[in-house]
């Protein structure tokens, strides 16, 4: 588990211990030539950083640089290295690079697909409080993928998540309140995390959400009375 991470008092400060060999230092000032925070913004210059960090089995720069990879920022996108480096972080127990090695098994980019391997750092990830390594375990769990279907197990991880804000996991809970997956059928419930998703901007939250409010409409419509007011 990562832990015990130095902070400085100035960017100069930091670079100056990143010139001298600190490998957390080196990591931050990627960070922030990443970021544009308090330097201009340059990718080659963060992955300059999060090399030398890396190179000296930082975790955490290690993840960077293995997301640069990933997605191209910085260098030419390249997944096998991309799986080499979230590889490295991802066994010296850093939640991001575990659920991004996930990602990579899962999809087949750098590796051989492997739903197994996948599930493996997912579950990794999860446990160690990572929301969205979480939301996948659980579609694992509510899929039967790889895992026996288990509604309740899906519904602990998609909880987790949705507790963290993570917008998929708040609509899957909503869906299970909404069919009795895992957890007794509860209209109030489902349209609490509908609204929690839908104000994050998830497209189907909201989709679901409008779908609840025209039957609850129709409903009024034909009976009068409304079926929220237990009429």
């Known amino acids: 588990m990562i832990s015990n991470r130095r902070s400085w008092e100035s960017i100069e400060e930091m670079r100056q211990a990143a010139e001298d060999g600190d490998a957390q230092a080196q990591c931050y000032v990627g960070v922030c030539y990443q970021n544009g925070q308090g330097v201009p913004q340059d990718y080659s210059e963060a992955v300059k950083w999060f090399r030398r960090a890396a190179e000296q089995n930082d975790a955490v720069a290690q993840c960077y640089l293995g997301v640069c990879f990933l997605n191209g920022a910085g260098v030419p996108q390249e997944f096998g290295e991309a799986a080499k480096w979230l590889r490295e972080a991802a066994e010296q127990g850093d939640p991001a690079a575990q659920f991004n090695l996930g990602v990579l098994y899962e999809t087949g980019q750098g590796v051989s697909q492997n739903y197994a391997e996948a599930l493996k750092w997912y579950r990794e990830s999860a446990r160690r409080g990572y929301p969205a390594a979480q939301f996948n375990l659980g579609v694992f769990y509510e899929q039967g993928h790889v895992v026996p279907q288990n509604y309740e197990e899906a519904v602990k991880w998609y909880l987790a998540a949705a507790d963290q804000e993570c917008a998929p996991a708040q609509c899957n809970l909503g869906l299970c309140y909404q069919t009795g997956r895992g957890v007794p059928q509860n209209s109030a419930e489902a349209v609490k995390w509908f609204i929690r998703a ?19 409409e129709e409903a009024v419509i034909a009976t009068g009375e409304n079926p929220e007011d237990g009429g």
């Open 198 to 216: 839908a104000r994050q901007g998830d497209k189907t939250a909201q989709h679901n959400l409008g779908l609840h409010y025209a039957s609850q």
